[in-house]
Nanobody, 127 residues
Framework: QVQLVESGGGLVQAGGSLRLSCAASGRTVSFHTMGWFRQAPGKEREFVAAISWSGSGIYADSVKGRFTISRDNGLRTMYLQMDSLKPEDTAVYYC?????????????????????WGQGTQVTVSS
């Protein structure tokens, strides 16, 4: 079993920055891809970014160039640095553990490829 706990959400003005963290406990997660998803009110949960066990990142087009995903396997923690935030980034952000060590394209985007999920942290960007 794996437990994932997100933190770092909050209220920020457009153009500002936030850094989300996802702490993992339970069995080791070092050899799995981890990802961030988000869900805005009335919308489907959507892929944001993922990072392989070796540190390779993949991003949704909507956040590319503004968000940076990283991980510290020693601390069992994943991060999402969010810069140049926009009101449309407002959502609950979830971290998740992929079933594989690495993924590409659809394999990273698909929610069903992730076995464990956190409870989410709210990010609100005001205009």
């Amino acid at each position: 079993q794996v437990q994932l706990v997100e933190s770092g959400g909050g209220l920020v003005q457009a153009g500002g920055s936030l850094r989300l963290s996802c702490a993992a406990s339970g069995r080791t997660v070092s050899f799995h891809t981890m990802g961030w998803f988000r869900q805005a009110p009335g919308k489907e949960r959507e892929f944001v970014a993922a990072i392989s066990w070796s540190g390779s990142g993949i991003y949704a087009d909507s956040v590319k160039g503004r968000f940076t995903i990283s991980r510290d396997n020693g601390l069992r923690t994943m991060y999402l640095q969010m810069d140049s935030l926009k009101p449309e980034d407002t959502a609950v952000y979830y971290c998740a553990l992929h079933r594989l060590a690495s993924c590409s394209d659809v394999g990273c985007y698909a929610k069903y490829e992730y076995d464990y999920w956190g409870q989410g942290t709210q990010v609100t960007v005001s205009s």
